[in-house]
């Protein structure tokens, strides 16, 4: 068994928090989306002038899905203005098996089904319920 010098250590360590800061400077808000499915935590969202709590159920590029008590609210990552994580788990959450790729994607998926979708917009007292006919390329 070979024993390191103390100062080798020390420097090997430093290197590995620096390439750890690193990683975190890369990061986007897909990437903590992701993360955040794959723990399982409990979060809070502000989107178009609204509060949504509960547990990702997806996520994967620029859509991420919240199931709630009240179903399940599709997010286009880049709008949400605040995440808070609420409850943080160690353990539970969920791998990224599926689903639709984009925010588009799922706009599509709800098309195909003709779902009766909420929409959310800038105002939080504007609330538009309709069934999508067609999504834009």
Known sequence: MSRR???????????E???????????????VALELLHRGD??????????????LIHAAGNVACLGTA???VDLHVDSVTTWQVLIRHRR????????????KARLREHEA?????H???????????????????
């Open 113 to 117: 089904v003709g779902t009766m979708l």
């Open 5 to 15: 010098d103390p100062d080798d250590r020390a420097e090997d360590e430093a290197y």
């Open 42 to 55: 409990e979060v809070a969202v502000q989107a178009a002038g609204r509060r949504f709590t509960g547990t």
């Open 70 to 72: 009240l179903g399940t």
């Open 92 to 103: 539970g959450g969920l791998g990224r098996a599926g689903g639709a790729t984009s925010f």
């Open 17 to 31: 928090e620096l390439a750890a800061r690193d990683l975190l400077r890369g990061r986007d808000l897909a990437d």
């Open 119 to 137: 929409l959310g917009v800038a105002s939080p007292d504007d609330t538009l319920v309709a069934r999508l006919v067609a999504v834009a390329t």
